[in-house]
């Protein structure tokens, strides 16, 4: 027989007994924040059409695509590669039972085709919170809030979640005279001249302002190229003016005050400015610090579906991972399957790469390999087990996770090891003496002491003990 070489594809992540109870401790104080500020559980397909998914996006998100392995089915599937289009599909399917406003989290594996890097994998895990028929600023004002909240759970370092308008971006494209569309040889569907500056000044963090203004001084590397800016040197120079007012002042109010005068001439720019005049006023009636949050004009967000404010959040001493929560208002989106608008805004948290981020700051929560708390030694006496079992069903009748040894060690020291390399907490010892008066003696192993149990009580004394063993 061959032996295959035991490989997992690039991109797909294993996750270890340990980092799988770290990751669910992470996940539900995320749950807790996100049921805090109203939002209710929803949970849609991995696989969907994949006209739905596509849209105009479809050439951008590199698909995952699927077959149901049926002729008869000629419809093309794909992997999804968020949750908001499915939200949207499921909106739309659901109009006359959805009561509207209407708050969803949402917790699940996505997929993509990008390149794989630093906290970016082909399938990852992201937990979304949207609220949906909601025009108000209130809204985006209170993702932004749940955003600082839930990351106040997960992290002590420094965060900051930074926002913008997609009506100031379209702002700035249209002073620029960045206009129509191109079709993307590469990808083969249609992209607005607009959004291939949206996605260079996204890049900032990453690659800095002269990566950026590579990105915008680019000519076409040949005459199939229909994706390069090519922007004139006062092109880029108002650019850089207009990237600059955020990182020269952290007072949000003057930043849009000096933006204003670069953006007089733009209807949309000017009405995004207003946008983000209000949400920053109800930001700070709730008392959300500005430490943890502030306007920063080059958030673009790389999805066309955006259409108002925008987010996202980085981690001091982790910026060049990326975002870790972003997302924004997404209003035309349902109207992909319904033609008619919905305001909606949301933000998601890309989990792995959290928790990439978190493991490599040393952040983890404490967490054992295993659920098992309490270990029943077995001295390899056959005529013990029939008490064996019976102590182990005493303790899982009172919802102790337990189990009785069945390694080869059956001397006291090597359990008492496996035990502790295990992060158990009890050993429970069936000693000849013990047994003969109904007990057991149990060890405890985090202070060493030990004390005599009767069998018949044993699980609800250790019930007590082990609440919060995890």
Not at 33 to 47: K, Q
Not at 152 to 176: M, Q, Y
Not at 273 to 287: F, P
Request: proline share 4%.
């Amino acid at each position: 027989m061959s032996i295959i070489k035991p490989e997992r594809p690039g991109g797909f992540n294993d996750y270890s007994p340990s980092e799988m109870f770290a990751r669910r401790i992470l996940a539900e104080r995320i749950r807790k924040v996100y049921e805090t500020f109203g939002f209710s559980p929803l949970e849609t397909p991995i696989i969907e059409f994949e006209m739905a998914l596509a849209g105009e996006e479809g050439s951008d998100m590199n698909l995952w695509r699927a077959s149901t392995g049926s002729v008869r089915d000629l419809s093309p599937l794909a992997l999804r590669f968020d949750h908001t289009v499915p939200l949207a599909r499921y909106v739309a399917a659901n109009l006359g039972q959805i009561k509207l406003p209407w708050r969803r989290w949402c917790l699940g594996p996505v997929f993509r085709g990008e390149s794989t890097g630093a906290g970016r994998y082909h399938q990852f895990y992201q937990y979304d919170a949207d609220i949906v028929g909601v025009s108000d600023l209130l809204a985006d004002a209170e993702i932004i809030w749940m955003m600082v909240s839930a990351m106040s759970e997960l992290t002590r370092r420094d965060f900051k979640v930074r926002w913008n308008s997609r009506k100031i971006i379209n702002g700035l494209a249209e002073v620029l005279g960045i206009t129509g569309s191109v079709i993307d040889n590469e990808g083969g569907g249609e992209v607005k001249r607009s959004m291939m500056l949206f996605r260079a000044i996204d890049k900032l963090e990453k690659i800095g302002w002269e990566g950026v203004k590579l990105l915008l001084e680019r000519a076409p590397d040949n005459m199939l190229d229909t994706t390069a800016l090519k922007l004139n040197s006062d092109q880029v120079g108002l650019v850089e003016k207009f990237l600059a007012i955020t990182t020269q002042t952290d007072d949000s109010m003057r930043a849009l005050d000096q933006l204003e005068a670069v953006l007089k001439v733009s209807a949309i720019g000017l009405e995004g400015i207003a946008d983000c005049r209000e949400v920053a006023n109800i930001l700070s009636t709730l008392g959300v610090s500005d430490t943890r949050q502030g306007l920063d004009f080059s958030v673009a967000r790389g999805f066309g579906y955006y259409t108002g404010i925008v987010f996202e959040t980085l981690i001091a001493g982790a910026e060049k991972v990326g975002s870790v929560y972003s997302g924004g208002r997404f209003d035309d989106l349902v109207a992909r399957f319904t033609g008619q608008s919905m305001p909606s805004t949301g933000a998601s948290i890309g989990f792995d790469r959290l928790f990439a981020v978190i493991k490599q700051l040393g952040e983890l929560p404490k967490v054992p390999s295993t659920p098992i708390v309490a270990l029943v030694m077995d001295f390899g006496n056959p005529k013990d087990l029939p008490v064996l079992l019976q102590i182990l069903s005493e303790l899982r009748s009172a919802q102790v996770p337990s189990e009785i040894y069945r390694g080869t060690d059956t001397n006291f020291k090597g359990q008492m090891r496996y035990a502790i390399q295990q992060g158990m907490r009890f050993l429970v010892i069936p000693g000849e003496k013990e047994l003969a008066e109904g007990c057991v003696a149990v060890k405890f192993l985090q202070n060493r002491t030990q004390r005599v149990i009767p069998i018949n009580i044993l699980g609800s004394a250790l019930s007590a003990l082990s609440l919060d063993a995890l």
